[in-house]
């Protein structure tokens, strides 16, 4: 049985997309789709204006590389690694560029993410919200189209959440397209509009109007959570 | 990717395990040791033969009897004796190219003088003898042409012979008794030492072939005949010479092989190499097996790294890693584990080679060009063993390698 159904999907530039539904019914499928780790048996993708159908490989991976920047549930950071040097990972196989100052590029996506004072430090000296934002840099660095994230508040208590899910308006609002996997309704709510899949089709597309601001929510939750 | 960066993740990779890394690169280390120290010994041997050889005499031809053994020379393993002092005499008066021809006839038997008696080999020879093996005397002097003309009984110790039977005197002037007819000792020679087979080439008594021959009863052989060319460029014109002269000696037609054989040197040294090479390919074999274990060693714990770093080589194919790139950097830390054994085996080759020498009193020689080549080929091992588990990396889906626990 196919993962995925009869999915007509497009993604507008600079929109911020929450994909939605329950555990199987093919988000990550989607993802993976989308983020050209995966080429469906049947239909086509067009990503940036370009078929990605029939691709080989390396040529993924070059897209892969220069479009996409992925953000996992597991952050899935090279262990033993410093921070700066994961977020380096992706300039190290970018053909297209000479192998001048990927380091300093790599500290200014830390910066963005405001871990710069924790460049030295391996994955296993920082917090979860630090790691995932080590891997929300290392997504950043390429300056990709396009920025997956697949249940990236998964393994985040709620503050945290909060913290990452202020990142992504942020970039969003900078001009990055952002699509989103969660199943918390209530992670959603920050998005521009909700993807329902189920069963391996999209029942439910709809923009969001009522946008939340996950910066106020951290500043007016912030004295509950401090007492 | 760059190298240095390649180089640097496989380095840190296997500083994460170094017992591991020592465990897994034992067998490089033993292969690649075990190389050095047979080179060593290997390089040593034949240094040591070239100059026993060279030892001999210079410009030095040896004609024995029975025919070369194909592919090789038969070492005294002649089957009819035939050589004669005619066959010397012959080669004497009619070759052009010859500086000197001498007999060598064999007589075994006791000696008896001085100190007491001595069991050795009364060689008779020609005075040319002395200049072919160029081989002065350290006391007294060489019998002269008189002497052999007229079979005189007067004889030549080598230094082992007068050290046993004159121990405290210059046997110069003294009577010695070979098998019962005396003899006077009329020079000494000075010491030759070991021949590059292990015998004493001192423990010998030389007299005139004539008195050997006429004044000597029982058993007496010669088993070989020496003869020098003025210079070494006349050696391989003279050689043909005495095949020619020998052939007509001995009334071989046309159809007959050669029953004798001539050789100079370098057909000696390279006899005598010959039997170490039977120890080079021991070693040989031991060195080839230990790298092909050391070999399936790297192999086994590079698969266990590929399985171990698996989720690892997802993200990197996931960030755009090309599947030579995961190739690249797996055959990199396969060729610097096995380069590390090299490297300690080049070590560990060096230590043995000297206790090799102090033990055995061997000379042993450590050539650069070995060293380079023991590393160039650790480094094949490692990219040959290594190249299964990279391509298996390589060859990884980026989804299920990242959704490996
Ligand atoms: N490697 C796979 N082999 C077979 N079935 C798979 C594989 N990966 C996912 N699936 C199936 O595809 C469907 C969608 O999976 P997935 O996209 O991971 O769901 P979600 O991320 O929404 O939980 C599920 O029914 C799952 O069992
Ligand atoms: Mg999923």
Known sequence: ?227 | MRALVLVKVAWQSILRNTLRTLLTVLGIIIGVGAVIVMVAVGLGAKERIHQQIQNLGTNMIVLTAGAATQGGVSQGAQTFNRLTVADAEALRRESTLLAAVSPVIVAPGNVIGGAGNWRTHTQGVATDYQTIRDWPVSSGAFFDATDVRHARKVAVLGATVAKVLFPDQDPVGQEIQIRNVPFQVVGVLTAKGQTAGGSDQDDVVLAPYTTVQTRLAGRQFIPQILAATASPADIPAAMEEIRAIMREQHHLASWEEDDFTVRNQEDLAQAAERTTEVMTVLLAAIASISLLVGGIGIMNIMLVSVTERTREIGIRLAVGAHSRDVMIQFLVESTVLALIGGAIGVGAGFLSARVVARLTGWETVISPPTVVLALAFSAAVGIFFGFYPARKAANLNPIEALRYE
């Not at chain 1, 977020?87 to 970018?94: G, K, T």
């Open chain 1, 1 to 227: 049985m196919p993962a995925l159904r009869g999915v007509d999907l497009t993604v507008k530039r600079g929109e911020f997309v929450a994909v939605m539904g329950a555990s199987g019914s093919g988000k990550s499928t989607l993802m993976n789709i989308l983020g050209c780790l995966d080429v469906p048996t049947e239909g086509t993708y067009d990503l940036d204006g370009e078929r990605v159908n029939g691709l080989s490989r390396d040529a993924l991976a070059d897209i892969r590389n220069r479009k996409i920047g992925f953000v996992f549930q597991g952050f899935n950071l090279l262990p033993r690694t410093s921070a700066v040097e994961n977020v380096e990972l992706p300039l190290l196989y970018d053909r297209s560029r000479r192998p001048r100052s990927t380091r300093g590029l790599a500290l200014e996506a830390l910066a963005r993410v405001g871990l710069a004072d924790r460049a030295q430090h391996l994955p296993n000296e920082l917090s979860g919200g630090q790691q995932q934002r080590v891997a929300i840099a290392r997504a950043l660095v390429t300056r990709p189209t396009l920025l997956l994230a697949d249940e990236p508040t998964g393994n985040l208590d709620s503050r945290t959440s909060l913290e990452v899910m202020a990142l992504f308006q942020e970039l969003n609002q900078q001009g990055l397209t952002i699509v989103l996997v969660t199943h918390e309704p209530d992670i959603a709510r920050y998005t521009h509009r909700i993807v329902g899949v189920r069963d391996g089709r999209v029942i439910r597309d709809v923009p969001l109007p009522e946008r939340r601001d996950a910066a106020a929510d951290l500043q007016s939750s912030q004295p509950v959570l401090e007492e």
